[in-house]
């Protein structure tokens, strides 16, 4: 139940008397002190591989920067996304500056602010510029595309790049600006009171919007669609902590209000911080999550942990968890409707919740709520603060068509009356450990909970429908990761919709604009089911069995004007080429696992593989034809587990002759000979700075038979080795 109150607060921009300087062209380190409008045109120009030089750097105060929709391009020397490098602007330590009419792609980050009050970004269009070159497959998924934001003291984040990068930036307004085709859009720092309105921040392969300790900001009427990696269809949902909006370590009073999030790999992931984790105190508190749609989140609709938090009139369709919070307290779920998600609610560990006046639908589990019977001893929030499971309202709620409406397990103290249900197959799962479990009418619980919250919504000119057409991806079938990140429907594509089947028959999806298409190519395959039609459309081909799987399948698409994956127009009627490509070459493979105790002898610090002298025997030997090792919880044997172990891996393979590229992700040191040579040297871990997994990519001239040797080490916690060729196109 929702009041809202328009206008409650007002913008109100002070516009100084400005004088423009016009028509002034760009080049490299300029420098903008003044009003502006830049002549028009498709600039060319290379930052430094740093982000100390720019192409452009403003600083001032009281300055308007009208680009006049000019193209700003960076790393005009390189092909893919991974390998732009730059910055195109930075404005420092001004005040009241308004950027305007700008397009800029190809660089590392578009545009960086620091220490800068009153900043306006209008209308500007920084799609396609840095993403990573993910190494999941549809067949499997590869650690190294997982993503950390868990510090940010040190900028660490511009590491994976950003269309908008605001660090100590208050008072921002970003509004009417468009990023796609990247990584992050729009990342903030220490950035309180700013307006983030109107945006369009969609397919990306990262995060819509993220915020690290920030305050007080208003996030309104914002299409921050498909922003998500880590997932396959039927196969895997993981995410990699990709997200619509982000928002960590100590950010509170955040409003919240009507974005479209959907198809994100969570769609609202709010993480209270280290600080938290550490010492029990602060959190991302008093935020206001309020009137968005979470739909299609591969993982999580809504993460909120260790933080208290308001969730009211949202939407969280076909989610894995509707809402994820885990040692949330006094946290208020209301008025939100829930549909076919695996669980609607779960809360792990959570105090003095309200759930209210909450629709659920056809959810499996609608409302699962647990506590495990201890924490580890050495973790500092749980010295601090309490952690039981306890003190529950729920109340006023529609459950319909749930599999299980209560899976409850060390819980205490729930008051749960006047709900209604229908069709469901449990009303409570429980045990022993459930306690003090009250269903008595509580009238003055009831009156309090009916009670409108009062939302105090900001009137802003022109707010924008984000919720536009928000039927036509409907689902998360929807959510293809190539390898460049989520396909946005802009081009054709072919699409294998039965990637782990074992069958000798593939089968096909070719989405994309009205147009026909037909097979110019193929390889490796045989009997299409068709060889041209019509989008959208679905075929078949049968696998030709073969020592290496190397297919191809190259069509020709012929239709409307499209938009490529980099950024690129092919008017209507111009043909154009699209493909699908999959190769395995399988390597005959021996892998022993030995002990290690790094407090005796330590490979890393020796630079040798296992102590002078020692004769050492394998704890476990393993055949494979490909090298895809994840270990979670150390090496398993019939007697044992090893947390820190070795692994020495040989094998060997015939190769046709060309170009490969060998894709190597591990954890925590490796080494790659390949002919008795060393071509891959990561044996210091320190390198690697950050807690993903290590991904390096090679290119080898193979022909005929080689050997390969890896050794690699694990020193603890997780564990990853995984080695991929693929021809070089």
Not at 13 to 40: C, D, E, H, Y
Not at 97 to 109: A, D, E, H, P, S
Not at 584 to 602: C, E, G, H, K, R
Not at 694 to 711: A, D
């Amino acid at each position: 139940m929702m009041k809202q109150y328009l206008p409650a607060v007002s913008i109100i921009l002070l516009v100084p008397f400005i004088v423009f300087s016009q028509g002034k062209a760009i080049v490299k380190g300029m420098k903008i002190s003044k009003s502006v409008t830049v002549k028009k045109g498709n600039y060319k120009i290379d930052a430094d591989d740093n982000f100390q030089k720019p192409v452009l750097i403003i600083e001032g105060n009281n300055i308007t920067v009208d680009f006049s929709n000019t193209v700003l391009k960076g790393s005009n020397t390189k092909k893919n996304p991974d390998e732009f490098f730059g910055a195109a602007i930075i404005i420092q330590n001004s005040k009241n500056v308004t950027i305007k009419n700008l397009k800029v792609r190809g660089y590392k980050v578009a545009l960086i602010a620091r220490n800068t009050e009153g900043l306006i970004i209008d209308n500007c269009d920084l799609s396609y510029n840095y993403r990573q070159h993910l190494n999941s497959t549809q067949e499997k998924e590869d650690l190294s595309d997982w993503m950390s934001y868990h510090q940010n003291e040190n900028d660490q984040w511009l590491r994976y790049g950003a269309a908008i990068y605001l660090r100590g930036c208050n008072k921002a307004v970003v509004k009417n600006c468009k990023v796609t085709g990247g990584q992050n859009a729009l990342m903030m720092m220490e950035c309180n009171d700013a307006m983030i309105y109107n945006n369009d921040f969609s397919f990306n392969s990262g995060i819509g919007i993220g915020m690290y300790k920030c305050s007080d900001n208003k996030i309104m009427y914002n299409r921050l669609i498909f922003n998500v990696r880590g997932y396959s269809d039927g196969v895997y949902n993981r995410g990699q902590d990709s997200a619509g909006i982000l928002v960590y370590e100590q950010s509170n009073n955040n409003l919240f209000y009507k974005n479209n999030v959907t198809h994100s790999g969570d769609g609202f992931f709010l993480w209270a911080g280290q600080t938290t984790m550490d010492n029990g105190q602060g959190g991302c508190n008093d935020n206001i999550i309020a009137g968005n749609d979470f739909s299609y989140a591969p993982t999580n609709g809504v993460e909120v942990t260790f933080s208290r938090n308001i969730i009211i009139d949202n939407r969280i369709f076909g989610c894995d968890n509707g809402i994820w919070g885990g040692y949330s307290y006094q946290t208020t779920i209301s008025n939100n409707k829930f549909r076919y998600n695996k669980r609607a609610i779960a809360i792990e560990h959570g105090q003095d919740n309200k759930i209210s006046y909450n629709i659920f639908y056809g959810d499996k589990q609608a409302i699962q709520l647990w506590g495990r019977d201890q924490q580890p001893a050495d973790w500092g929030y749980a010295k601090y603060r309490d952690t039981k499971s306890h003190n529950y309202i729920i109340a006023s709620n529609n459950f319909n068509s749930n599999e299980t409406v209560f899976n409850l397990i060390r819980t205490d103290s729930l008051n749960i009356f006047n709900n209604i249900y229908s069709g469901y197959e449990t009303l409570y799962k429980t045990d022993t450990t459930v306690t003090n479990l009250d269903t008595a009418v509580y009238d003055e619980i009831t009156i309090e909970l009916s009670k409108d919250n009062e939302l105090k919504i900001p009137e802003v000119e022109k707010p924008a429908n984000p919720f536009k057409n928000v039927s036509a991806f409907a689902g998360k079938k929807n959510i293809l990761v190539t390898e460049w990140g989520p396909y946005d429907f802009r081009s054709p594509v072919i699409w294998n919709t039965n990637p782990t089947d074992t069958y000798s028959i593939m089968k096909f999806d070719i989405l994309g604009p009205k147009g026909i298409w037909k097979i110019k190519k193929i390889k490796g395959v045989k009997n299409l089911s068709s060889m041209t039609g019509e989008f959208p459309d679905s075929i078949s081909a049968e696998v030709i069995k073969g020592e290496r799987t190397d297919i191809v399948l190259e069509l020709e698409y012929n239709g409307e004007t499209i938009t490529t994956p980099t950024g690129n127009s092919i008017p209507k009627g111009k043909a154009s080429s699209f493909s699908y490509k999959k190769f395995f070459q399988p390597i005959n493979w021996a892998v022993n696992f030995f002990t290690l105790d790094t407090s005796v002898f330590n490979p890393v610090k020796t630079n040798q593989l296992f102590a002078p002298g020692v004769r050492v025997r394998p704890v476990k030997m393993d055949t494979v034809t490909k090298l895809d090792y994840t270990w979670w919880s150390g090496l398993k044997t019939a007697d044992s587990t090893f947390s820190q172990f070795i692994s020495v891996a040989e094998g060997g393979a015939d190769f046709l002759k060309g170009y490969y590229e060998m894709s190597v992700t591990w954890d925590d040191a490796v080494r790659v000979y390949v002919d008795n040579k060393l071509v891959l040297d990561e044996w210091n871990p320190t390198v690697h700075k950050f807690d993903e997994s290590p991904n390096k990519r090679i290119k080898l001239p193979l022909e005929g038979k080689h050997s390969f040797r890896v050794e690699h080490l694990n020193l603890g916690g997780l564990g990853v080795l995984a080695l991929k060729l693929k021809p070089v196109q």
